[in-house]
T-cell receptor
Framework: SQTIHQWPATLVQPVGSPLSLECTVE??????LYWYRQAAGRGLQLLFYSVGIGQISSEVPQNLSASRPQDRQFILSSKKLLLSDSGFYLC?????????????FGPGTRLTVT | QKEVEQDPGPLSVPEGAIVSLNCTYS??????FMWYRQYSRKGPELLMYTYSSGNKEDGRFTAQVDKSSKYISLFIRDSQPSDSATYLC????????????FGRGTSLIVHP
C-alpha cells in the first residue's frame, strides 16, 4: 500500500531563518507531487507541483521554493521566512494517470513563524 | 468573485441531525466534484466524489451536484460526534496535471 510521510510535524522558526520541509511517498513510482499551504480559514492554496524529478511548477510567486531530488521525495524550502509564511503545509500525491478525483494528502507540518 | 465559495461556519448541530454542506462555483468547465473531510491538525481525506451532475450515496453520506445552478451539496444523515471536522469541497476540470480548486472548508460540530 502507499504511504506519504511529512516531517517535521510541527516547527517554530524565527523570522528570517531558513526552512526545509520534507515529503516522501512509499509504495508507488513516478507520482505527481504537490505542496499546499492552508492558512486559518483560507482553504488550501497550491504552492508547487511536480510531475517528475527536477520538474517543478510554481503556482504562487513568493519566497518559497521546491525541489524534487528523487522520484518520491519533495522538498519545500525558504532562505528567509516571513511572518506570512505561517500555516499548515500539506504534501499530496496522485497517480500520474489516475482518476481526476484521486489525491492523497500527508499528515501535514504546522509552521509558526515568530 | 472566487471560483469556489464555501461558508466557513462553524455549523453546530445535535447528534442525529441531518447536515447539509454546500459549495457554489463559477467555472462551468468543472466536471469532477469532491468532498474531503479534515480532522483537526490532520491532512484532508477524500470522502466522496461525483462526476458531472447527479447524486451519489455512500452509507450516511450523499453527494449532490447541480451543474445548471453551479451548486454542490454533501448531506450527512444521522450525524455523529465523530463527524465533527472541517469539510472541504474541491473540483477540477479533469485531465492534464490535475489541479483541483478547493473551497475554504466548513467547520462542522456535532454535539452529543
Amino acid at each position: 500500500s502507499q504511504t506519504i510521510h511529512q516531517w517535521p510535524a510541527t516547527l517554530v522558526q524565527p523570522v528570517g531563518s531558513p526552512l526545509s520541509l520534507e515529503c516522501t511517498v512509499e509504495g508507488t513510482s513516478n507520482p505527481n507531487l504537490y505542496w499546499y499551504r492552508q492558512a486559518a480559514g483560507r482553504g488550501l492554496q497550491l504552492l508547487f507541483y511536480s510531475v517528475g524529478i527536477g520538474q517543478i511548477s510554481s503556482e504562487v510567486p513568493q519566497n518559497l521554493s521546491a525541489s524534487r531530488p528523487q522520484d518520491r521525495q519533495f522538498i519545500l524550502s525558504s532562505k528567509k521566512l516571513l511572518l506570512s509564511d505561517s500555516g499548515f503545509y500539506l504534501c499530496a500525491w496522485r497517480y500520474p494517470s489516475g482518476s481526476p478525483y484521486e489525491q492523497y494528502f500527508g499528515p501535514g507540518t504546522r509552521l509558526t513563524v515568530t | 468573485q472566487k471560483e469556489v465559495e464555501q461558508d466557513p461556519g462553524p455549523l453546530s448541530v445535535p447528534e442525529g441531525a441531518i447536515v447539509s454542506l454546500n459549495c457554489t462555483y463559477s467555472n462551468s468547465a468543472f466536471q469532477y466534484f469532491m468532498w474531503y473531510r479534515q480532522y483537526s491538525r490532520k491532512g484532508p481525506e477524500l470522502l466522496m466524489y461525483t462526476y458531472s451532475s447527479g447524486n451519489k450515496e455512500d452509507g450516511r453520506f450523499t453527494a449532490q451536484v447541480d451543474k445548471s445552478s453551479k451548486y454542490i451539496s454533501l448531506f450527512i444523515r444521522d450525524s455523529q460526534p465523530s463527524d465533527s471536522a472541517t469539510y472541504l469541497c474541491a473540483m477540477t476540470k479533469g485531465g492534464g496535471s490535475y489541479i483541483p480548486t478547493f473551497g475554504r472548508g466548513t467547520s462542522l460540530i456535532v454535539h452529543p
